[in-house]
């Protein structure tokens, strides 16, 4: 379906065709960016005009009477955007599982808002990377739900920790999931605990641009998760994404060390106080890092409980300690406080309404468990060093060492579902289970 | 006072001197590190036996029955540590205020607790770098308080600001505030705010290490906060810290663009999606970035006011939204919701229960102003490439470009206590007034 009549009539008064650059003023915001085509659209409001702006999205403009356009100097080739469905052949590469949980990576543009929204199926993602089927056999390929990820809940990283198992169970080399990048890494520590020991990789592949799009990173990175399969047979959970802005190689990131540090860059996903644990070209080259321990024995092991009732409250100057009394009234039984620092809380004795001493005093007595960490993101906490961090320590407040605040939230709700013995979930909580917790940071890991 | 008899006895029985590595062992814990003498030490207890541990802390373990001693072979020779306060000398060189707010830079060990307590005079501080006497004239030094950083508020920035604006007021080329670096870009952003348009540098300066260790990174900092005064004349508030693990270089950094982005590292301090505005050497040489925009105009302004009905929320996969009810019930009038991504907060139609969209809707009908950031850190929020955002755009909530979720927490509490329009505080909530929102993120500056 092509532009409306109106549209198309303003267009061909300006000789605007797709590609050329176009500012459209409406309500005091200006967008400029290059003019889209609506010829395979069949669907979304022909009365929006298209535009692919300059910082690489795509906006939708709805035209009315007071909106102003006009054609500016330039054009620009645009891709063409070709979904191939295509039958996945048998073949005798090692097998794996692809599930998708929504994202960008399985999306394209919604012409109804001009937004992006989820539309692909796993089979048009595979129609775009024809590529996959020469490194891996998709032996299965399943669309699990379609959720942008930060509608992502406990309940879905259980649905996909039993997919997984399921498939690593009926013998795949491997699982790729393809995840929204924004809570990726939520979803990435979910996995890691739930399944323990993959026979394995289980690489969560994302998208920082939406799939129709040329500047797209989805193929290079579901390329490498699939090199990764079929050369490693590393036994982890993990993130595979660009490494660098550009499309030279991939990352995988230990899946408990994970954290998006940039909203949108391709290079997003960053390792925090750890190395990758290899690195990944799309022709198949692959460099493991010193920091991996391969060779890992042990049968797969399944754990897919979470306690929902946990949460994670960012401290500040000023922050409310009623927040912590108003979770701790609602039956919460875990909080992670991203403290400052080192770990430290305010625990003002200047103005007692200030400090959180008393509430995190009243949790534990409840039973409620508190765990800290930091907000500085690098670095490890360490409560030896400054009297705040030891009078939480002595509340019984736990510290965390280097582990980030998304990972130790999500851990200490698997350990909630798992276990009923708080010293035994503090304990946990602090034993490095698997990389979660540093022993050593190198110093080359900072801002990497 | 040396170590108590019993603790001497058990010293000298494994003929430990100061500098010999010992390892302590005292309920289940294990303390490896060097003896630290207690010759010059006037208070605290001579049964803490006090060791320098491998992470650079010192730590004092309280001798009883169930300790256990050991010498280990090896031993250093231990810096020693000589506050020299000094008169502070009149001169002609470019004058100065210092005010102390607490935090390492003016502290040294609690003999008593064995963790790091405020204890240094701004006087003893000077002492320790006499070099400081030959760049700037101090007119003035004052211990404005004494809080580990973690417990300043609204209130002591105020109190700050006020200091500062006279000094400057005064006709000082400048002001240094020492002060805790935990949560020392919030007070940086305060300062931003309240003092706009000084006549000279307003430089924030910390410590990662006690000033009473030979580690102590106090010095470098504060020699090269002085020379960014006596040379630059940079009309600017910004932290000055290492820019480098070693003692190379510091970076002056624009106060509502920093960030503490490691626990414990001396170059903790980072700008975020921003230069550094200098690199200062501490012989003196300025190195100033193409981003620096140079021979700014205007008087000096002073805004010293701030709502303290403000908060900070992070969303997360299972946030709880009644935690936003909450605040709103007890009158908060600013919210910063930091989101994932491009700014997005949980609105799953999945699970109504779930979404924080009601919650931000009620909020916004009762003038709550919402404003959003990313807990990326890195990159600029976009409500326009995803539909939850532009639900959240709909309902009214504010979306802040690139602003880091502590500059935008300040800068709310900031606005509401300048102004009552609520549509204004949005407005100038999104305008960029001192570097805080970035026109274009330069590619370089990304985990700089």
Redesign the interface.
């Given at each position: 379906m092509p532009y409306s009549k109106k549209v198309d009539f303003i267009l061909r008064k300006l000789s605007a065709k797709p590609g050329d650059r176009i500012r459209v003023r409406k309500n005091g915001v200006v967008y400029e960016g290059f003019l889209l085509p609506r010829e395979d659209v069949d669907f979304g409001d022909s009365d929006c005009i298209l535009l692919k702006l300059d910082?690489g999205?795509n906006?939708g403009i709805k035209y009315s009477e007071n909106v102003v356009v006009e054609k500016l100097e330039g054009s620009v080739e645009l891709g063409v955007f070709k979904p191939l469905p295509t039958k996945i052949p048998p073949s005798e590469l090692p097998s794996i599982t692809l599930l998708s949980a929504g994202g960008t990576i399985t999306s394209r543009i919604?012409y109804y808002?001009?937004?992006?929204?989820m539309l692909f199926s796993p089979e048009e993602v595979l129609g775009v990377v024809p590529e996959l089927n020469e490194i891996v056999r998709i032996r299965n390929a399943e669309r699990v739900f379609n959720?942008?990820?930060?509608?992502?809940?406990?309940r879905e990283?259980i649905k996909l920790a039993e997919k997984t198992y399921n498939a690593l169970s009926e013998g795949d080399s491997g699982v790729i999931i393809m995840h929204?990048?924004?809570?990726m890494h939520?979803?990435s520590a979910a996995l890691s605990f739930m399944v323990q020991n993959p026979p394995g990789p289980v690489v969560l592949v994302g998208s920082q641009r939406s799939s129709d799009r040329g500047s797209r990173d989805s193929d290079m990175n579901l390329i490498c998760a699939s090199h990764l399969i079929a050369k490693s047979r590393l036994r982890e959970v993990g993130i595979c994404m660009h490494g660098e802005?550009g499309d030279t190689y991939c990352l995988f990131i230990r899946g408990v060390k994970a954290r998006?540090?940039?909203?949108?860059?391709r290079?997003?996903f960053?390792p925090i106080n750890d190395l990758p644990l290899c690195k990944i070209w799309p022709d198949g080259k692959i460099v493991y890092t010193s920091q991996y321990v391969p060779n890992k024995s042990g049968e797969m092991c399944f754990y897919p409980y979470f306690e929902?009732k946990?949460?994670?409250?960012?401290?500040?100057?000023?922050?409310?300690p009623?927040?912590l009394n108003?979770?701790v009234d609602?039956g919460y039984r875990g909080i992670v406080l991203?403290?400052?620092?080192?770990?430290?809380?305010?625990?003002?004795t200047?103005?007692k309404e200030?400090s959180w001493l008393p509430a995190v005093e009243r949790a534990i007595e409840e039973d409620v468990i508190i765990a800290i960490t930091?907000q500085?993101?690098?670095?490890?906490?360490?409560p030896?060093?400054?009297?705040?961090a030891?009078l939480m320590l002595a509340a019984g407040a736990v510290y965390v060492g280097d582990m980030t605040s998304?990972t130790c939230?999500v851990k200490l709700?698997w350990l909630l579902g798992h276990i009923d013995n708080s010293e035994e979930v503090k304990r946990l909580l602090q034993t490095n289970l698997l990389g979660e917790i540093s022993n050593r940071i190198r110093?080359d890991t900072?801002?990497?």
């Open positions: 910082n999205y906006v919604d808002t001009g937004a992006v929204a959720l942008s990820s930060e509608d992502m809940t406990y990283w929204g990048t924004d809570t939520y979803t802005m998006k540090m940039h909203t949108s860059r290079d997003a960053r929902p946990v949460a994670l409250l960012k401290t500040y100057p000023g922050s409310p009623s927040v108003h979770l609602r991203e403290g400052t620092g080192l770990g430290h809380i305010p625990t003002s200047l103005r200030d930091s500085c993101i690098y670095g490890s906490t360490n030896y060093v400054y009297r705040n030891r998304e939230y709700g110093p900072y801002l990497l």
